[in-house]
């Protein structure tokens, strides 16, 4: 019976922290510049089809105090997030950087919690598919989850593709999760060849040190 009772707590304890990280999450996938929701739709690639992708504009780049090392063809610069209290109470630690494009954007985020992250990435992975599903104007949405290991840190790859407002387009969401730190990168996209092959070689040059 005492197994059973500290069985139990554990399970609520790990429920609990899936939530948490999981609705983080989500929330940053919402809170950035406000692309995901009516304002992505209404702006979605007005501009050029592709960013400028000129091989003479790749830099490798450390992200300040993240561990996260990345070549990318634009300078990328930090943003600040405000999140509500209940997120804020479990974190102790935020970074956020952003270059935002309507053909192409990428954002990262480094957070560090207060306790252990406790087995959460499959369910934040699973819940921002889910919710994703729910935005407005969204059709034709397939998606797959994968593992991804980037200097022996496993983690989970979760690309989709869908239309809206009748053009294709694309994100791709990248998970890592050691004790109590969680890296996520984040790229949004019109989806042709061109910005998916920057996304590729954005994703390869990925480092996490930890």
Known sequence: ??????????????????????????????????????????????????????????????????????ETPFELHQTALKYPEEYMASIQETFACQYASTPLSVDINYIIYKAKIEKSVDVAAEEVVSNMKKLEGIENFSYKISGITKQGLNGRIIECTFSITNRQAAFVQLLFVDNNKLWNIFFRYLNNEDNKNTVDRIINSVEITL
């Open 1 to 70: 019976m005492e197994q059973d009772k500290l069985n139990s707590e554990a399970e609520k304890k790990q429920i609990r922290s899936s939530k948490v990280v999981g609705g983080f999450i989500l929330l940053v996938l919402m809170a950035l510049g406000g692309t995901l929701g009516k304002e992505f739709v209404e702006n979605l690639f007005k501009t050029s089809p592709k960013i400028s992708d000129n091989t003479s504009n790749w830099n490798r780049r450390q992200i300040s105090n993240t561990g996260i090392a990345i």
